[in-house]
């Protein structure tokens, strides 16, 4: 029994919203043909956006949508976690907190005065978390939004009962792949290629623009030094926070070496 | 004996994003009634300040996955309206193009995963699938052609990567856009059939006297600009519109909602659309209305599914047009010049009127955002229908009252991450 799931029978598997746009479930009801057969291969057992039919765990896989940033949200993370085999975050929300995780260290207070007249009715977290911050969390697919390919090479792996293995190397070998001219070093854009995860088929230096990160910090990904350079190349510090702090504003080590360009300040 | 009904829905399905209804009934009265949108805010309009315009278009996409190329449409063309820059040409086509795009892939989202089940008695597509096998494919077939059109132009089809302010980073070649003219054309057939045979559709006869609101444009269907006109007789400029609403928060809604000042509660979307453009759809798509036996303009919300596939049969006539005489534009982007200032916009989004504002400081950094969504403005008016509907349905058992109301609230395709944002 590989990976503490069932070997011999159909899979149950959850799709859960958290704080998300809900583009990763829409990435899965975009398989379209591929889900309807994953649907007969599978028993989807609790889908609220495709299904009127809401069945109670256990599961054998949650795929998990959106952060946490309620402190309802931490009490259903825990809950959906208790239910599931296998815990699997999908997407930026879910795996670094996501855009809304712009609101991180700052006055949260303020930030909701700037739309609600009322603010004590609407309860929200001061930061917006991924699910590893709060539970275990057993397999992670990046990106904003997931590529539908790493989500069925996931959910088919785990049909076979093996562990999904997804690229963890940067957008560049991607790129080189494609035959792009680098936007970074040839055309002197701030690319976030050389830190950023592998998965989109590098789809922004393909289409003539600079990678701007939805997929994440590859593992390792040495934010500092690309910061660095980009700043030789005259990149103002205040462009250098923004460029690491928009899609995946929530990851540490990103967070960590935007904090040292903010207020002008340079890498020391 | 009183008669008296409890309906609580905890948990919308198959609509975008999270909401509820609760509702009391005694005696066919309505004594409480809430749309609960529970969804948690993620404060776009403040962390948007300070950020510059150039990143509007990828992080206001970042609001909804079902339909990202309306907020950056909706962002860009107020961005371009603060600077000054008018985009002409095939740039404008390729915009309507890639919206095309996303209304096709977007409607048949609704009409087949979400609203179809409600009306063949089923829990979901997937169910459904297994009986009627060939049109849950035909329907897909079409969503997938929206969703090539969308990623052909933006790279992909959930928050494309091209579009800008000035234009896009990458235009297609005209060879790639006409290998689509053929699935285009077959596209068009099944919308038409499927045009049809929605309206024979059971629908519940649910007239109600409604204030339409859309944009509207003298020559084209409306997408990407025009005035704010309802069938009401409100006819304003888009940057006048933010003055004719009151928003309102209530506890039960993290969504603020709108009315029409000294009017009430307004209706967007769809059906707001075909109602106030008729004369401006494709004549094939008019010929689907017709057909359909949907007497158009309608004022019966549950009639939004088959304007929906209306709209599909239209937006795919204008793809195949834009197509056909498309010559790639001579360049890609026009240069963008920040300037102080303030810029608005509305585009139709697939759920109708995405209204934003943006004030800019002289190097284009966002100092104030502003986003009124088709959903956030919907609110009231779902509400009104249901205080309307519910009556006739007070006799009926608790659960069957829930399922039909939650049918209603569906049937304005609610995104309700878009609502709250």
């Known amino acids: ?268 | 004996m009183r008669l008296d009904r409890q309906v609580n829905v905890d948990y919308l399905t198959r609509v975008e994003g999270e909401g509820g209804v609760e509702a009391r009934l005694s005696d066919g009265r309505v004594l409480r009634l809430r749309l609960r949108i529970f969804e948690p805010p993620r404060l776009f309009e403040a962390f948007l300040v300070g950020r510059s315009f150039e990143e509007l278009p990828d992080m206001t996409a970042r609001i909804c996955g079902i339909c990202p190329v309306a907020y950056q449409m909706s962002s860009i063309h107020a961005v371009e309206d603060a600077f000054g820059i008018r985009v002409e040409g095939p740039l404008r086509e390729l915009r309507r193009l890639i919206y095309c795009g996303e209304w096709i892939e977007s409607h048949l989202l609704h009409v087949y995963l979400l609203a179809l089940p409600d009306f063949m008695g089923y829990p979901d597509i997937f169910a459904m699938a297994a009986k009627h096998g060939e049109m849950v494919r035909k329907g897909l077939a079409m969503k997938r052609l929206g969703n090539r059109l969308v990623a052909l132009l933006g790279g992909r089809e959930i928050h494309p990567v091209s579009p800008q302010v000035g234009g896009f980073s990458r235009v297609p070649r005209e060879d790639e856009l006409k290998g689509l003219l053929d699935p285009l054309r077959r596209a068009k057939e099944d919308a038409m059939e499927a045009a049809t045979w929605l309206g024979k559709l059971d629908l519940p006869d649910l007239e109600r006297d409604i204030e339409f609101v859309a944009l509207s444009h003298p020559t084209e269907y409306p997408m990407n600009e025009g005035r704010v006109v309802s069938t009401k007789g409100l006819d304003v400029a888009v940057g006048d519109l933010e003055g004719r609403l009151e928003s309102r928060q209530v506890g039960h809604s993290t969504a603020l909602r709108y009315k029409l000042k000294d009017r009430g509660p307004y209706f967007v979307g769809p059906l707001a659309r075909v109602n106030l453009s008729l004369g401006r759809l494709s004549p094939d798509a008019r010929l689907a209305a017709m057909e359909s036996g949907v007497r158009f303009p309608s004022s019966n919300p549950f009639a939004s599914i088959v304007a929906r596939m209306v709209e599909v049969v239209h937006a795919l006539d204008e793809a195949l047009d834009i197509i056909a005489r498309y010559e790639g534009p001579p360049i890609s982007r026009l240069p963008v010049a920040p300037r102080a200032g303030m810029g608005c916009a509305a585009t139709e989004a697939p759920r109708g009127v995405l209204y934003h504002r943006y004030r800019f400081d002289e190097r284009g950094r966002v100092l104030e955002a502003r986003i009124i969504t088709p959903t956030a403005q919907n609110q009231e008016q779902i509400e009104s229908d249901l205080r309307a509907y519910l009556p006739e349905l007070a006799t009926l058992p608790e659960e069957e009252i829930a399922l039909r109301c939650a049918a209603l609230i569906r049937s304005y395709d609610p995104c309700i991450s878009c609502a709250t944002h």
């Open chain 1, 1 to 268: 029994m590989a990976l503490g799931l069932a070997a011999s029978r159909r899979l149950r598997v959850s799709v859960h919203k958290f704080t998300s746009c809900d583009g990763c479930q829409l990435s899965l009801l975009d398989c379209e043909e591929e889900l309807l057969t994953l649907a007969e291969v599978t028993e989807i057992a609790y889908f609220a956006e495709a299904s009127s039919s809401l069945l109670p765990g256990p599961y054998d896989v949650a795929l998990v949508e959106g952060s946490i940033s309620t402190p309802e949200e931490v009490r259903r993370s825990q809950d959906v976690r208790a239910a599931a085999a296998l815990f699997v975050s999908v997407g930026a929300c879910a795996t670094v907190g996501g855009i809304q995780a712009l609101r991180n260290g700052r006055d949260i207070e303020a930030m909701k005065r700037i739309t609600y007249p009322r603010t004590a009715l609407v309860r929200t977290l001061p930061a917006s978390t991924p699910h590893s911050v709060h539970v275990k969390v057993d397999l992670e697919i990046p990106g904003c939004p997931p590529s539908k390919d790493q989500i069925l090479e996931v959910v088919t792996r785990l049909l076979l009962r093996q562990r999904p293995r997804l690229p963890s190397h940067s957008l560049c070998l991607e790129c080189k792949r494609r035959g792009n001219v680098c936007v970074l070093v040839s055309g002197g854009q701030p690319c976030l290629g050389p830190i950023t995860h592998a998965g989109c088929g590098a789809l922004c230096p393909s289409y003539g623009r600079a990678c701007y990160g939805c997929f994440g910090p590859m593992d390792d990904p040495q934010p500092g030094r690309l910061a660095g350079e980009l700043e030789k190349r005259g990149l103002p510090p205040e462009e250098i926070v923004r460029r690491l702090q928009e899609i995946t504003a929530g990851d540490e080590s990103l967070t960590e070496v935007a904090e040292r360009y903010k207020g002008g300040r340079q890498d020391p």
